[in-house]
């Protein structure tokens, strides 16, 4: 999408802000009052008309004023997301003052999916660290303009492949890529050591690693290893009050968790899905932030929030990042 001029920008995240607020569609006298804007409301609602005819808009009703799209919503993710808010950074304080010494990992998982449910009153996720069993014997890596083939022998001769989406300038990191992942399988250990991953390799590994967590994910096929909260803060909000909206939600997260966390795929979301982005029909009205974490092992899990589009994201991210990366300190 070509950049915003400066009004429609400041236009786009107020009126997100305010259908976040309210969930009421907004008119350009109620976003000049409310955000002050330096603008009349004549020339706010030119800039809303522009705004919707780029898709990033739209009306309800004919009489109605304006809500945020789908792409309107990913364009605030991607370009206009603000900084955290308070609450974030008290979630980080609390953080910094839990340990292991009290509770064993699954009470702490629990608090901490609790936490983030009461924070944010979205429906919280977090799954345990899970591998491929230690029986890796091969990784081989075979870029394809914009795809990563990855063919995985196993201690029995099993065999699969992965195919997964990888932007094309990575495509140089690949056969570097290939080569520590072939030292890491040597002698026998069957995991490959994410903490021993070179910086160099960041941007490759990193979604080569969410591919093997989804990989590992889908063969579980079960709930085993994961955590989850916040249904009542979910029957809060409008998007849910039918019990049929939020039906197939809830078998989703309580029957195969898995599904949730498209894990090859969210590197190239920023790790936010929105509406239809994302794959599985349960979750096409809804969003999914998430963030993963890892153990000294190499397994990998995943922290995520899931509520409406219609979601306060900045915090949201902030707050799925911040437990995803205490967990990677203190399991490192």
């Not at 429609?8 to 955000?35: I, W």
């Not at 992965?162 to 990575?170: A, V, Y």
């Not at 140089?172 to 080569?179: K, N, S, Y």
Request: charged share 15%.
């Amino acid at each position: 999408m070509q950049p915003l001029p400066r009004r429609q920008k400041e236009v786009l995240q107020a009126t997100v802000q305010h259908y976040v607020d309210t969930t009421e569609p907004v008119g350009s006298q109620t976003l000049v009052r409310r955000f002050g804007l330096k603008a009349s409301p004549a020339t706010v609602r030119s800039a809303m008309g522009a705004l919707e005819q780029r898709g990033l808009l739209t009306q309800p009703h004919t009489s109605a004023g304006r809500v945020p799209s789908q792409l309107g919503y990913r364009h605030y993710v991607d370009c206009l997301l603000p900084a955290p808010g308070a609450a974030a950074g008290q979630l980080n304080r609390e953080l910094t003052g839990l340990s292991l010494q009290w509770a064993a990992f699954d009470d702490l998982l629990l608090q901490l999916a609790r936490r983030l449910a009461d924070l944010t009153g979205l429906m919280s996720l977090i799954t345990r660290p899970q591998e491929l069993g230690g029986s890796l014997e091969t990784v081989r890596l075979v870029p394809s303009n914009d795809r990563l083939l990855v063919l995985l022998v196993e201690k029995g001769a099993a065999a699969s492949c992965l195919n997964l989406r990888m932007p094309k300038e990575l495509g140089t990191q690949v056969p570097a890529l290939e080569r520590w992942a072939s030292d890491q399988l040597q002698g026998g250990s069957g995991r490959l050591n994410w903490k021993a991953l070179p910086s160099q390799l960041g941007s490759s590994g990193e979604l080569l690693r969410q591919g093997l967590s989804s990989h590992s994910l889908a063969r579980g096929g079960s709930n085993e290893g994961a955590v989850s909260l916040g249904v009542a803060g979910l029957l809060g909000q409008p998007e849910f009050q039918s019990s049929s909206s939020l039906k197939p939600l809830l078998q989703l997260v309580e029957l195969e968790p898995q599904q949730v966390l498209q894990s090859e795929a969210a590197h190239d979301k920023g790790g936010v899905w929105i509406g239809s982005e994302h794959p599985h029909p349960a979750l096409q009205h809804c969003a999914v932030v998430q963030a993963s974490y890892g153990n000294r092992s190499g397994a990998s899990g995943h922290v995520a929030l899931i509520g409406p589009m219609r979601m306060a994201y900045s915090t949201a991210r902030s707050a799925v990042e911040g437990v995803a990366g205490y967990l990677d300190r203190l399991l490192s």
